[in-house]
């Protein structure tokens, strides 16, 4: 054999040695380096070694969470699986937590630069199942209203670094929640300090994690569904459900679920005509369970009325929600973009128009949003006043929403005014109205809320409706389209609903007979001819207008030539005794009604614990699944006297003629209105405690380790 040969032969042989020793996962190499190929075959190159890098990768599911001033994204591996960026760069428009359930369960975001939204960050963290992972990130400004309840459940989650940031510096966190009361597990947290002199800085603070997965699976609260102890009623439906989506607190219970739908409320009362109900919504799913379990299960008559859920668009969370409720659901085509007029008009339009085409026996229907609380009473209160609609057709709507619904200018359930009123937060109207407005409604794209359209843009024809002295709904919504956290904290928060009162004074109303046609007219004017007219002789503000033990009517005569109140003669009034002041509403041919009694700042704190307590009532009461006594709500129990005060706004109103002329008609100087000013924004502001820390330079190093270079400004 030639050399050549014999050499190509000894290598095709050794590597054939090679490849099969390779593949029985040995490297066998004969002579004086065997041992440090096989040293090196251990170390570096062993094929179980590296089988066992990628079984543990396969168990595990890898997760990068970057934030900054202006974005934050949730990757795994190399897909994307959540995004947000800021509308206006490094404005303050959308700063706070954003919390993302990991694996399929969603997201929900909590504008905490603004009051209110840490009180449903709170919420949600505490209905969150037990085993999820959470995804924490937060995008300054997210510290000012975040405390204290919003800071103190994300501690109890086990954050350690929240109480060290400082303005303007973003944190992430990630974390397995645990059982109710016990501890969670923190699988990573991060910041980035800023200095107090570096401005517009926009550094990543960057969390890579491998979640193992036997920490993601496991089914509904980390175990198999037979387990749950009461898995014999609950469907493969709500079993699923509560798999894919969170935040549901008992309804997703992982002992004792609570089992939609719940048990409907007897009347109680005579319905003597159907009207049915349709809610709006669209991809607020977590408000549209608190309503569902409010409505259906704690309002009188709900279980012998008819339900139609519009949505606009088809949102797979809203849709599956509707679905374990039972109840009928249409989808809206959305038009215009989101967050935008357009969108939520042409949705209402649709609802009206979806209601009366699935029951063309109905003469009216009644419209609620997402976002309300509703009181037992409301069904009552609208069939009370049905007949009103039917007998007069100078009125469009019976809202179930009162204007000055506060604890220091409505006192009674059973008063119902007729006055010039906006639709909104729970009306009923008539096939009639919806026929005729239709074609007027809000164009697209005209920038105008379809509810200010209706009522300032002419298209109503003079019309009028019935509102309540004490309002059947509350707004429970914060930081969104119409109504931002501001507005919620500031005017919402505090109003006060009939559940405070006794039910015998909610379940008498007064006559309809009264508030028809040219009636009311003659009521108002008798009203008017006894009232007792009184003068200011001090700061309404500081001095309560009416005087104390006297029981009235009274009448206070302004200087207010249209209803856009250019002297603010009305906001003056509004604004000292209490009531929102941030337009002229609820009118009746240029008269207000209120009955009123001294501002308590006490008493609006009371206001806005009863209303957290009764939202807290309906997500909390078991209905079938688990029958309960009813629990008290905290209401008002004081029988302090209130007394009716009219403002009669001249020349505007025909009434005016019960006054002694111009010498009787008040008109505010600017010093008046700056202090009228000054006191209502600091009655508003009581009790919001903002957190102002900035980075400061650190006095040692020991302080820059512990992060403890911080100031707390005084606001």
């Known amino acids: 054999m030639e050399p050549e040969n014999k050499m190509t032969r000894c290598l095709l042989l050794f590597t054939c040695v090679l490849l099969c020793e390779c593949l029985a996962s040995r490297v066998l190499v ?7 190929w096989q040293e090196l075959t251990a170390q570096r190159y062993s094929l179980k070694r590296l089988e066992k890098i990628r079984e543990l990768e396969d168990s595990t599911l890898p997760l990068r969470l970057q934030v900054n001033s202006t974005s934050v994204y949730l990757w795994q591996q190399h897909n994307l699986l959540y995004n947000h960026e800021k509308k206006n760069g490094m404005g303050a428009t959308d700063g706070g937590i954003i919390v993302v359930v990991v694996v399929g369960a969603g997201w929900r975001t909590f504008l905490t630069h603004q009051p209110g939204e840490h009180l449903a960050l709170r919420d949600y963290v505490a209905a969150i199942q037990p085993g999820r992972v959470l995804m924490l990130a937060a995008m300054p400004p997210f510290l000012t209203y975040l405390w204290p309840e919003g800071g103190e459940a994300l501690e109890q989650l086990g954050a350690t670094l929240l109480p060290r940031v400082a303005i303007g510096e973003p944190w992430a966190m990630v974390v397995v929640t645990g059982e109710p009361g016990g501890k969670a597990k923190v699988l990573g947290e991060a910041l980035v300090t800023k200095e107090l002199n570096e401005l517009g800085q926009n550094k990543n603070p960057s ?16 175990r198999r569904e037979e387990n749950v102890t009461s898995s014999k009623s609950v469907t493969s ?4 459900f509560c798999d894919t989506y969170d935040g549901y607190g008992d309804l997703c219970d992982c002992h004792l679920p609570f089992l939609p739908p719940p048990y409907p409320v007897p009347a109680g009362f005579e319905m003597k005509e159907d009207i049915p109900v349709v809610v709006v919504t669209a991809n607020k799913p977590h408000h549209l369970y608190r309503l569902l379990r409010n409505l259906l299960g704690l309002v009188e008559g ?9 949505v606009d668009g088809p949102h797979q969370e809203t849709l ?3 679905r374990l409720f039972q109840v009928e659901v249409v989808v809206h085509v959305p038009q215009g973009p989101p967050g935008k007029n357009t969108r939520t008009n042409s949705n209402v339009a649709f609802a009206l128009v979806s209601v009366f085409s699935r029951w063309p026996h109905v003469d009216k229907a009644i419209l609620l949003e997402d976002d309300l609380l509703l009181a037992s009473d409301l069904l009552r209160y609208f069939h009370h006043t049905a007949p009103a609609l039917t007998l007069d057709p100078s009125l469009y709507l019976v809202s179930a929403w009162g ?5 220091s200018t409505a006192r009674d359930p059973s008063t119902v005014h007729r006055v010039q009123a906006y639709p909104q937060y729970g009306w009923m109207t008539t096939r009639a109205w919806v026929t005729y407005v239709l074609p007027h409604w809000a164009p697209n794209g005209s920038g105008v809320d379809w509810d200010w359209w209706v009522y300032s843009e002419g298209v109503n024809a003079g019309l009028e409706a019935l509102v309540p002295e004490v309002s059947r709904t509350a707004h429970m919504g914060a930081a969104g389209a119409h109504v931002t956290g501001w507005e919620q904290h500031l005017f919402f928060s505090h109003r006060i609903m009939t559940d405070a009162f006794p039910k015998s004074s909610a379940h008498t109303l007064m006559p309809l007979h009264t508030l028809l046609g040219r009636n009311y007219s003659t009521w108002l004017d008798g009203e008017l001819r006894i009232a007792t007219k009184i003068t200011l002789q001090d700061h309404p503000c500081h001095t309560h207008p009416v005087p104390p033990h006297t029981s009235g009517p009274f009448v206070l005569y302004l200087g207010v030539t249209s209803r856009s109140d250019d002297y603010s003669s009305f906001y003056l009034l509004q604004a000292c005794l209490g009531t929102d002041d941030q337009e002229v509403k609820e ?3 240029g008269v207000m009604r209120l009955r009123v009694r001294p501002y308590s700042h006490a008493r609006t704190q009371a206001a806005r614990t009863s209303l957290l307590a009764q939202a807290h009532h309906v997500l909390h009461y078991q209905g079938r699944g688990r029958r309960g006594d009813k629990k008290n709500v905290p209401g008002e129990e004081e029988k302090e006297e209130s007394q009716v005060l009219y403002l009669v706004g001249c020349p505007l109103s025909p009434y005016c003629r019960h006054s002694s002329g111009t010498s009787d008609w008040l008109l505010a100087g600017g010093p008046v209105l700056e202090e009228a000013m ?22 040692s190093s020991k302080q820059e380790f512990h992060l403890g270079n911080l100031r707390q400004l005084q606001v």
């Open 30 to 36: 004969v002579g004086v380096m065997s041992e440090r």
């Open 207 to 222: 969390l890579n994690l491998e979640i193992p997965h036997s920490m993601l699976t496991g089914g509904w609260c980390g």
């Open 237 to 240: 439906e709500q079993a699923r």
């Open 302 to 310: 709900a279980g012998e009325t008819k339900l139609l859920v519009v």
């Open 320 to 322: 599956d929600l509707a």
């Open 403 to 407: 204007q000055h619904s506060y604890h």
């Open 587 to 589: 009118l009746y041919e």
């Open 678 to 699: 000054k006191v209502a924004s600091r009655r508003r502001m009581a009790g919001i405690l903002p957190t102002h820390r900035i980075r400061i330079t650190a006095r």
